[in-house]
């Protein structure tokens, strides 16, 4: 789909770009091969341009693209680099600042799935992340890069989908647990989980030293990471729909069939933690 796009240049939208499809024009190299006036007149500088872009397409930098396209346009990028895919998803202690650190990270690549958790391994990750040109996440640009970044104190220059724009300009809304649903994933045990939880879960580790809540919160960090790349996978289609290549570029559903998870929820922590908040709760109204 990349190589259909016009909308990453500058002075080009969507609408112009879907004038250039109507003519006939589906391709950079359909455009370098064409008379049509209209495009120099556009902009100027426009074969030239696509000539850079094949450059940059043959180099293999998805970074280029990424900072040319909205980010509700990066679903654009997504088949040409999948086989250097990371889907990442952190968990945190809840607080944000001096106070907030990261508690794991679970990173999926569409094959293997890896885990970092704070206190074991969780400095690994700054070394493996750097094997991947694409990030995808949910929501990461405002929250896990930024918070990946201060809390390692390093830069991720990998191009990075973050799916939050792509679905919500799809008319998906309700965070990412919310998209699962409407997209028919099924959580399991973990269903109705949230971040949130994920916090008390780290808690109940580090104050009982009951490994069946570490365990719980990997398998739901897990999860998040894995999930990504069928919502990824249904976000591109959907979007390709409104394209003249939604025949001929369409990427099959994801088969995660012969994942082995590393962990599974431990149903018994989860009914007493949450057990446990709903009588906080409870006795919080009382004393109101």
């Known amino acids: 789909m990349l190589k259909n796009t016009f909308c990453h240049i500058p002075g080009i939208g969507p609408k112009f770009e879907r004038r250039l499809w109507d003519k006939g024009i589906l391709s950079w190299e359909a455009l370098l091969n064409s008379r049509e006036t209209v495009l120099t007149r556009r902009v100027p500088s426009f074969k030239l341009l696509v000539n850079e872009s094949l450059e940059q397409f043959d180099a293999g930098n998805p970074n280029y693209f990424s900072a040319l396209l909205h980010a509700k346009e990066h679903w654009r990028i997504f088949p040409h680099y999948r086989d250097s895919i990371a889907y990442i998803d952190i968990e945190t202690n809840g607080f944000a600042g001096p106070y907030g650190y990261i508690t794991a990270i679970s990173l999926y690549d569409g094959k293997n799935v890896r885990y970092y958790v704070r206190g074991e391994n969780l400095d690994n990750f700054k070394k493996d992340i750097e094997e991947y040109k694409v990030i995808v996440t949910y929501n990461g640009k405002c929250f896990d890069v930024p918070f990946i970044e201060n809390h390692f104190r390093m830069r991720m220059p990998q191009a990075h989908i973050d799916l939050r724009y792509i679905l919500r300009d799809l008319g998906f809304r309700g965070g990412l647990k919310g998209c699962e649903k409407q997209i028919g994933i099924d959580r399991g045990e973990l269903d109705g989980l949230d ?88 006795k919080t109204v009382q004393a109101l």
């Open 195 to 282: 971040g949130y939880f994920a916090v008390l879960l780290w808690n109940d580790y580090k104050r009982n030293r009951n490994v069946k809540a570490l365990e719980t919160l990997l398998a739901y960090n897990i999860q998040d990471v894995i999930n990504l790349e069928p919502l990824m996978i249904t976000a591109y289609n959907l979007k390709l729909k409104n394209t003249p290549f939604n025949d001929s570029l369409v990427v099959p559903p994801a088969s995660h069939s012969d994942i082995v998870l590393p962990f599974n929820a431990d149903v018994d922590t989860i009914e007493r933690i949450l057990h446990e908040q709903a009588s906080r709760k409870s």
